[in-house]
């Protein structure tokens, strides 16, 4: 989506790995957030930002680590991936006096 | 925490049919959102609607927030109307919001 960019779109990684995945935004939106997507379980809101070096968690953030060092990047890393943590990211934007989202297109996450 | 239903799951409508969905939440919300994410993945945010009624096109969305229900209405249906359909609200006080698991839409030619 134009002004929101997530790298990268797909991996597969090894149990046990580090991953970092990448949120980008040319917006200068204060608020950034990361969601998992699951069959059966719509989105799940695993962290957010609500600015640099501000984060708190969310609805299932373990396993999960977050850093925003600078307004337009919000990267999400899963310390040692396992097989659960297979599932679509997305990544979300929003301005604190503008509620409305916008998301990324989404990064495919394979564990195996 | 704050839970979201939505309903139907599924919907399967010829083109050209009109339809209701809806999305009840179970605390007071300030906002509520409605997305559709079409057959790529994409997530485009519809309406965002606190309270009262929005028009946009074929679509249109009315929230009644004291009774905790919102609904989405999608005239005329076309084929690129399918996909699914996400509500979500914040839960209390903060920007977090809570999706709903989906009204998936199939309108056929």
């Known amino acids: 989506d134009a002004g929101i960019t997530q790298s990268p779109r797909h991996k597969v990684t090894e149990t046990g790995t580090p991953v970092t995945l990448r949120c980008h935004q040319t917006?200068?939106?204060?608020?950034m957030y990361w969601y998992r997507q699951d069959p059966g379980h719509g989105l799940r809101l695993i962290h957010y930002?609500?600015?640099?070096?501000?984060?708190d968690k969310g609805e299932v953030s373990d396993g999960y680590s977050v850093s925003r060092s600078k307004t337009e990047d919000f990267l999400l890393t899963l310390e040692s991936a396992t097989s659960s943590q297979t599932s679509v990211y997305f990544c979300?934007?929003?301005?604190?006096?503008?509620?409305?989202?916008?998301f990324g297109s989404g990064t495919r996450l394979t564990v195996v | 925490g704050i839970q979201v239903e939505q309903s139907p799951p599924d919907l399967i409508l010829q083109e050209g049919a009109n339809s209701t969905l809806r999305c009840n939440f179970s605390?007071?919300?300030?906002?509520l959102q409605w997305f559709h994410q079409n057959p790529w993945g994409q997530l485009i945010n519809l309406f965002y609607?606190?309270?009262g009624t929005k028009q946009n096109g074929r679509l249109s969305a009315t929230t009644v927030a004291t009774e905790r229900y919102s609904l989405l209405y999608i005239s005329s249906s076309q084929t690129t109307d399918s996909g699914v359909y996400f509500c979500?609200?914040?839960?209390?006080?903060?920007?977090?919001?809570?999706f709903g698991t989906g009204t998936r839409l199939k309108v056929l030619a």
């Open positions: 605390d007071s919300v300030n906002n």
């Open positions: 979500a609200v914040p839960t209390s006080g903060t920007y977090k919001y809570i």
């Open positions: 609607i606190p309270s």
């Open positions: 979300a934007i929003s301005e604190a006096t503008r509620i409305d989202y916008t």
């Open positions: 930002s609500y600015g640099v070096k501000d984060t």
């Open positions: 917006e200068n939106h204060r608020y």
